[in-house]
């Protein structure tokens, strides 16, 4: 079965769309979604409600930093921008959609899978993962053969063999990549919402766990109407920036 894992959608409607009518007609079944459903962008309504139903279809979903602030609240060290965005996102909110966010789990363990938004070692301090040693850290501390997470905003994919070698790839869009169970696997998809590696098109990946396969994919989408609403919704103009330049 193929499942399109998909993280960092931060309240992106138009990059999500774009990413789950592409994953569909992939051929995914399942989808696994690793968090920050809002933050940044300017349709936390319509993101939470898409990611309820899918969970309400049998979809993994965990929770972000993201969507714990929005649950909890700016805290008093947080920088201006940060709080007039957390600040915007809770008032978009019902009570119903803050409660779903506030009940979803940081990790999911399914068979050989586990799913994380930031990383295994300390799941709720949200460090990321962001040279070979955390990726170490992380492949160390679970057993399982397959890690999913998020939080990092660029596509990465490590390994750790049998003698506990890291291996780490720059992967291809649309390549299939052999993924065996034999070693242990670390998947950060990036991000669908705002992707962050000079390329603008969302991004998610695919995991068949019959074949084995990994593909990392890009979607292009209409990253200048999603920019718009930014902007509208009085929200800081650098995150509507990143949004066309992808960085």
């Known amino acids: 079965m193929k499942t399109a894992l998909i993280t960092d959608l931060h309240a992106n409607r138009e ?17 696994a979604l690793l968090g920050d459903f809002v933050g940044y962008g300017a349709d936390p309504a319509w993101v939470v409600d898409t990611v309820r139903a899918l969970v309400t279809a049998g979809a993994v979903a965990v929770r972000g930093n993201h969507d714990e602030a929005a649950v909890q609240g700016a805290s008093p060290t947080t920088v201006l921008d940060a709080r ?21 789990p940081l990790t999911v363990v399914a068979g050989p899978c586990l799913y994380v938004h930031a990383n295994a070692w300390a799941p709720a301090d949200w460090a990321y993962i962001e ?15 397959y ?15 049998g003698n506990q070698t890291l291996g780490a790839f720059e992967p291809t869009a649309g390549v299939r990549i052999p993924v065996p169970a034999h ?29 084995h396969e990994l593909s990392f994919e ?28 992808g960085s």
């Open 131 to 145: 040279s070979r040693f955390e990726a170490l850290r992380s492949l160390q501390a679970t057993e399982c053969q």
């Open 15 to 31: 990059a999500v769309e774009a990413v789950l009518e592409h994953a569909r007609a992939q051929g995914a079944r399942h989808f």
């Open 218 to 245: 890009r979607v292009p989408y209409d990253h200048a109407s999603a920019a718009a609403k930014i902007r509208a919704a009085g929200l800081p103009e650098q995150l509507a920036l990143r949004l066309t330049s």
């Open 183 to 211: 070693r242990k696997w670390l998947i950060i998809p990036g991000s669908a919402g705002q992707p962050r590696d000079g390329n603008p098109a969302a991004c998610y990946a695919l995991f068949d766990d019959e074949d």
């Open 147 to 161: 890690t999913f997470c998020g939080h990092v905003h660029e596509p990465k994919l490590y390994y750790l063999s």
């Open 84 to 104: 007039r965005v957390i600040d915007w996102t809770r008032r978009q909110l019902a009570a119903s959609q803050l409660e779903f966010l506030a009940s979803l």
